[in-house]
């Protein structure tokens, strides 16, 4: 029989936490899925090694998550024994990877998000999530670096491989303006120092992002509609197909051990 999903108290912090480390956990499922099938070994091994930092990073956030809701939820019951609605991650990371082109993307698109945001939460007055930020945003600075390194590459490359990286800036772009939501769970965390205005970020976002587009020859598009739904928990048809993968053993054999 499947384990029931588990309850959540959501206080602002626990919530707060939760957002980043499902960001974490679901972008890094998602570059795992490239195990094996990578363009070359060397970015089999570049993918993978990206894939184990934000797992990481999710680790840390769900056990901190566990720590501040004291009700006996760790990092293994955040990660398999929660339905999908209760996952709290940008639409943007559970896209779908799609092509090498279009994972690079959606990567990129991240990791110039998670550069700047970590760099700001190292000034956290929560010392648990200054801690994890020092962590993070070195690695989020090599992620930049890997991924921008292929933006270019494709994009200044063949006529092939401009056209596939420039369909995916435009497919993902909807996606990118989720990362700069703040709601009221978050202001009060904001105005404790203990959370960052995402919104303060966007425009130097923008500036590494459109750096890095122009150095490519590509070009970003000039819509403004967003997406948005993933931070209240509506997301699309595709985490409940990568859930269903990720949370399979844990469900069916709750508790098992390798």
Same mark, same amino acid.
């Given at each position: ?10 206080? +602002? ?15 890094? *499922? ?35 998550? @566990? ?28 896209? +779908?990877? @799609? ?30 999530? &200054? ?9 989020? &600075?090599?992620?930049?670096? *890997? ?20 369909? &995916? ?32 970020? !966007? ?6 992002? =459109? ?9 970003? +598009?000039?819509?403004?509609?967003? !997406? !948005? ?8 048809? *595709?985490?409940? *197909? ?13 508790? =098992?051990?390798?």
């Amino acid at each position: 029989m499947a384990t029931p999903s588990i309850k959540i108290s959501e206080t +602002p912090l626990v919530l707060y936490t939760l957002r980043r480390a499902d960001d974490a956990l679901v972008l890094g *499922h998602r570059l795992s899925e490239w195990c094996g099938h990578a363009p070359m070994l060397e970015e089999d091994m570049a993918l993978a090694n990206m894939g184990l930092d934000l797992l990481g990073q999710a680790r840390e956030l769900y056990a901190y998550a @566990g720590e501040v809701e004291g009700c006996g939820n760790d990092e293994d019951k955040f990660a398999y024994l929660r339905d999908v609605r209760q996952y709290r991650n940008l639409l943007l990371v559970e896209q +779908p990877n @799609g092509d090498f082109a279009r994972t690079m993307v959606r990567q990129f698109f991240y990791a110039a998000f998670a550069d700047l945001y970590w760099r700001a939460m190292m000034k956290s007055k929560d010392a648990t999530l &200054a801690a994890i930020a020092a962590k993070s945003e070195k690695e989020s &600075a090599y992620h930049l670096r *890997h991924c921008s390194e292929w933006i270019v590459r494709l994009g200044d490359g063949t006529e092939e491989s401009h056209a596939r990286v420039q369909t &995916a800036i435009d497919d993902l772009w909807a996606f990118t303006g989720e990362m700069f939501e703040t709601d009221d769970s978050e202001r009060a965390l904001i105005d404790a120092g203990i959370a960052i205005d995402a919104t303060a970020l !966007q425009v130097k976002w923008l500036k590494t992002v =459109s750096d890095v587009v122009g150095e490519a020859t590509l070009a970003l +598009p000039r819509s403004d509609w967003m !997406q !948005q739904g993933g931070r209240s928990g509506r997301h699309s048809e *595709h985490l409940g *197909h990568l859930l269903s993968e990720l949370q399979s053993m844990q469900r069916t054999f709750p508790g =098992s051990k390798w």
